[in-house]
Nanobody, 123 residues
Framework: QMQLVESGGGSVQAGGSLRLSCAAS????????MAWFRQAPGKQREWVSY???????NYRDSVKGRFTISRDNAKNTLYLQMNSLKPEDTAMYYC?????????????????WGQGTQVTVSS
């Protein structure tokens, strides 16, 4: 099982930016589907973005044009650049990995998870 460690969360005002990182170990992350999920208090976990092993990228509609997912294969690290942050982006953000096709579901198909990093956006 791949080990994942997120970092980069914090508190920002609306309109600000943060870059999340997810350091992978144990496996070559570029061979996996890597994704970001988030969960706000009292809400279900939701998919945010993924990048496939071939580099194909997808975003949920609410973050398109504001968030950018990327990976540094040399560092075995996944990133999520978040710009123009809104209060509704406030959540615990998790990176996840699966050895298979990326999907946009609840995350049950993903086998490796990080511990999460908190993002808080104030208005």
């Amino acid at each position: 099982q791949m080990q994942l460690v997120e970092s980069g969360g914090g508190s920002v005002q609306a309109g600000g930016s943060l870059r999340l990182s997810c350091a992978a170990s144990g496996y070559i992350a570029s061979r996996f589907c890597m994704a970001w999920f988030r969960q706000a208090p009292g809400k279900q976990r939701e998919w945010v973005s993924y990048i496939t092993s071939f580099g194909a990228i997808n975003y949920r509609d609410s973050v398109k044009g504001r968030f950018t997912i990327s990976r540094d294969n040399a560092k075995n690290t996944l990133y999520l650049q978040m710009n123009s942050l809104k209060p509704e982006d406030t959540a615990m953000y998790y990176c996840a990995a699966r050895d298979g096709v990326c999907n946009t579901g609840s995350g049950s198909a993903y086998t490796s998870w990080g511990q999460g990093t908190q993002v808080t956006v104030s208005s």
